[in-house]
T-cell receptor
């Protein structure tokens, strides 16, 4: 149990375009979903926290108009990178917490975004 | 300020050579300490949650322990497939969002 999927696993887009990443909890309902960014050989950097039906809470320094997060249901959250630039190229990972399970986060496999 | 420090940054072991990874933390009211394993190009995989000092959990060759200031991940007789980055994270009592504070990780390489 506690499986989280992400789609796509890899995406290449051109500068100025937008790209959407989906995060789904496959076998449980997620109270909260989190979006992280990870640079090579570095730890995870939290970008935002989202609860179903509520606006996402962004970490300091993360542009909410550039990284749009929608948490439409208890099993789906999306991250849209708008007007992408090469510096947005990174590994994006989502995680989900199950209701009533003591804040354990279960991570998706990640999405490698390359902006050309 | 809540903080998590992992050591060493990198560890090389021979197959069968047991060792320990350290996770030191300062947090205002620990609500949970989490260990994850991350393989290159993949998302972290949940290993353990520890809640209180003295608690221990085991899974195959891994054993996690917790004191009031640190946690250890003991690896007994490691195999090459245990090679990965191990991440430690804490949940602070001051968090109302479930936000985890991550350490920088320890990259383990087990040579056959």
């Amino acid at each position: 149990g506690a499986v989280v999927s992400q789609h796509p696993s890899r995406v290449i887009c051109k500068s100025g375009t937008s790209v959407k990443i989906e995060c789904r909890s496959l076998d449980f309902q997620a109270t909260t979903m989190f979006w992280y960014r990870q640079f090579p050989k570095q730890s995870l950097m939290l970008m935002a926290t989202s609860n179903e039906g509520s606006k996402a809470t962004y970490e300091q320094g993360v542009e909410k108009d550039k990284f749009l997060i929608n948490h439409a249901s208890l099993t789906l959250s999306t991250l849209t990178v708008t007007s992408a630039h090469p510096e947005d190229s990174s590994f994006y990972i989502c995680s989900a917490s199950r209701q009533g399970f003591s804040y354990e986060q279960y991570f998706g496999p990640g999405t490698r975004l390359t902006v050309t | 300020e809540d903080q998590v420090t992992q050591s060493p940054e990198a560890l090389r072991l021979q197959e069968g050579e047991s060792s320990s990874l350290n996770c030191s933390y300062t947090v205002s009211g620990l609500r949970g300490l989490f260990w994850y394993r991350q393989d290159p190009g993949k998302g972290p995989e949940f290993l353990f949650t520890l809640y209180s000092a003295g608690e221990e959990k085991e899974k195959e060759r891994l054993k996690a322990t917790l004191t009031k200031k640190e946690s250890f991940l003991h690896i007994t007789a490691p195999k090459p497939e245990d090679s990965a980055t191990y991440l430690c994270a804490v949940l602070s009592g001051s968090s109302n969002t479930g936000k985890l504070i991550f350490g920088q990780g320890t990259t383990l390489q087990v040579k056959p």
